[in-house]
């Protein structure tokens, strides 16, 4: 936790925060944190600042907060990932959410497993946690949007035009032609499929919806490796 | 498993594979292939080729085998890692490893907590476990060496100078100056500290040997994301 995280309801009425639970727990037996310490602090949607601890017991950490800069900017990219299986889906939001994805749309595919889509992980707080870990990580306070697509044809079709107009479309595919991409600076719609692969009908589907298939080497990475691989080859 | 990784030990007399355990476990419950079917199977140290499935049952799956290609090319990369808490451990050898790196140094840091040193996790068998896991990923055979360096200051003084004689050497830095640089062609030595970053003495010791600190970015990543995403910057 390189930045606690706050929301509105941290703060008590004379404008300082209260603490307990996670954060509480992480602070005296991580950062060992002292009276009269400082704390990188961040306010979620808004700016990061300093908290100075005011008390901090067993119960309760109290600080005083100030905020004076900018949150990192965001990766002008939306990830549109095949949903993967329920104990990798939380590594991967952590690590996007981590390297400033804002926007992230966990779609079907022919190769994601149904079950996966009925796992507890994606109840909307269990699917908020790796969000908020992630932003702890990376200093950030802006949440990522999550969409979830349990249909793949009608999300391509209907929704995904809109969605993906303007921007560098591409889709990881292990038997494309075309090498990824380096250095971007525009917005970037980026699909990566399920174990497996996407079947021909997806890349078909996404191809007419402008998607450009990119290989990404010989070596077929787990999808938790190969998220933070191609963002940061992208930009 | 993208690949089922062998060895000398899994070859009867007659040239034939033979595989229980883990092995024949994943090929039933998730390939679920069936007599006749081919699977993708890669010699440690060796060549790539086919298995056709002879015999398949509870106890024992038999192949027949034919290598016909080399494995994919290593990445020209020395990775110099503070060792990580041992569940992360796991995971960044398995993603490097995809990647093909093909030798990473366990080094110890100020920062490194010492009960890690004493972590099961770095026992030969076990720290094995995470390699083969990550060559039958990427479709690999050639297993990486691991290097354990429990003191830092031998190991940069004495070591180190040769390990990473005519390379590149950066180490990952969250105060550098100088950028990540990008789509190398040479080999590199590349150094990443443990959470909280390198010492400014250990930055110096490092820097005395040639290495640039470099800097990744204003977003503080953990570092089984941080190694994909380098690496995939650099080459």
């Not at 990798?88 to 994601?112: D, E, P, Q």
């Not at 919806?209 to 080859?233: N, Q």
Request: charged share 25%; with cysteine.
């Amino acid at each position: 936790m390189n930045l606690i995280l706050l929301f509105n309801e941290d703060f008590t009425d004379d404008g300082r925060v209260r603490l307990a639970g996670r954060r509480l727990r992480h602070v005296l037996d991580v950062h060992r944190a002292e009276v009269g310490q400082e704390l990188c602090v961040g306010l979620a949607g808004g700016m990061i600042g300093r908290g100075r601890v005011r008390r901090l017991d067993n119960e309760t950490l109290e600080m005083t907060v100030a905020f004076d800069r900018q949150p990192p900017r965001p990766l002008p990219v939306t990830l549109l990932l095949a949903l993967p299986r329920p104990k990798v889906l939380k590594r991967v939001l952590l690590a996007a959410t981590s390297m400033g994805v804002k926007r992230i749309v966990l779609m079907n595919c022919f190769r994601v497993e149904k079950s996966f889509w009925k796992s507890p992980a994606l109840a909307g707080d269990r699917l908020r946690e790796p969000l908020v870990l992630g932003l702890e990580q990376a200093r950030d306070t802006m949440l990522p949007e999550v969409l979830l697509r349990p249909r793949f044809k009608p999300f391509v079709e209907d929704e995904l035009p809109a969605l993906c107009a303007d921007t560098t479309c591409l889709a990881a595919h292990p038997v494309a032609a075309a090498p990824c991409p380096r250095d971007l600076s525009g917005p970037v719609t980026l699909a990566i499929g399920p174990e497996g692969g996407f079947i021909p009908y997806e890349i078909d589907k996404l191809a007419e919806r402008g998607f450009t298939p990119i290989f990404l080497g010989e070596r077929i990475l787990r999808v938790e490796t190969a998220v933070p691989a191609v963002l940061s080859k992208l930009f």
